[in-house]
């Protein structure tokens, strides 16, 4: 059964205004929306993410969820992907346009503290909560970031951890060999996890991808957490949009059970 507590990991969430900052064009269709205006004690963690109300008109309806990829000095940015309507219409926002907010949401990470060993295996868009994870963990642990994208101008948000001696080691794929090593961010975690020992295992992007780090983890019995990011209605666990099944035939509310959930628990494939 999904632990009850998670069932009220909303209660800190408020609907407010933010401003955008600025809108940092990656790709044709991946940028980074920079926000401000959040209200005073706002304070994600790693894994939490924003609902966004994507225009002030009644179309596009549902409010689409993001990852919080970083909180600085008052300012959040979300890597987003254009996929549709509403991303689209994120995209083609102007610095000092308004965006109706509802957070923080949702369940975090467990932080990375000292004598950690954490394997991290992301792509595309899920690669956000887990560069939050990175900028939270203790500089007592230990690191790698296998970090996925399509190609060289994807990369991003790692800036900071370039140097050999850092103890987060990200090690970058892409799909058109632009950068790091051309093939998937799985090849790489399966070679890390035959070479080291590892204390978590920490995944959030593409289903097939986070299903492929399911049983990696499983393999080698280390404790595994997803982060199950999907379109959601509500997001405060009334819809029953963004639910997956668990193998004792529970089911994860992706809003309000996670997003991020013992992945152990959730129905990878289906036999």
């Known amino acids: 059964m999904i632990a009850t507590e998670h069932r009220y990991c909303q209660e800190n969430a408020r609907v407010f205004k933010t401003r955008v900052e600025s809108v940092e064009t990656l790709t044709e269709d991946l940028f980074i929306l920079n926000l401000v205006g959040f209200p005073e004690g706002f304070d ?34 979300i890597l987003i992907r254009v996929v549709g309507s ?8 102007q610095p000092g346009d308004e965006v109706d907010t509802l957070g923080p949401l949702g369940t975090t990470f467990p932080r990375i503290e000292k004598g950690d060993s954490v394997l991290m295996v992301g792509g595309g868009v899920g690669v956000a909560p887990l560069v939050a994870c990175c900028h939270d963990a203790s500089q007592e642990a230990q690191v790698d970031f296998c970090f996925g994208v399509r190609s060289r101008a994807e990369v991003q948000g790692i800036e900071g951890f370039s140097d050999s001696k850092n103890p987060i080691q990200v090690h970058l794929s892409s799909d058109d060999g632009s950068v790091g090593y051309q093939g998937f961010c799985t090849d ?10 590892y204390t978590k295992v920490f995944t959030c992007g593409p289903w097939i991808m986070m299903a492929k780090a399911a049983r990696l983890a499983q393999k080698k019995n280390i404790p595994f957490f997803a982060s199950l990011e ?18 004792e035939g529970d089911f994860i509310r992706s809003c309000i059970d996670g997003p991020v959930v013992d992945g152990h628990q959730v129905v990878w494939e289906r036999t």
Do not use: N, W
């Open 86 to 93: 509403g991303s689209r219409i994120l995209h083609h926002l």
């Open 230 to 247: 999907v379109q959601m209605g509500c997001g405060l666990g009334a819809c029953l949009a963004c639910v997956y099944e668990t193998p």
């Open 188 to 197: 790489i975690a399966s070679r890390l996890l035959e070479e080291k020992t």
């Open 44 to 77: 994600p963690k790693p894994g939490m993410f924003l609902h966004l109300k994507v225009s002030p008109d009644e179309h596009p309806l549902l409010r689409r969820p993001f990852s919080i990829q970083s909180f600085r000095q008052g300012v959040a940015a």
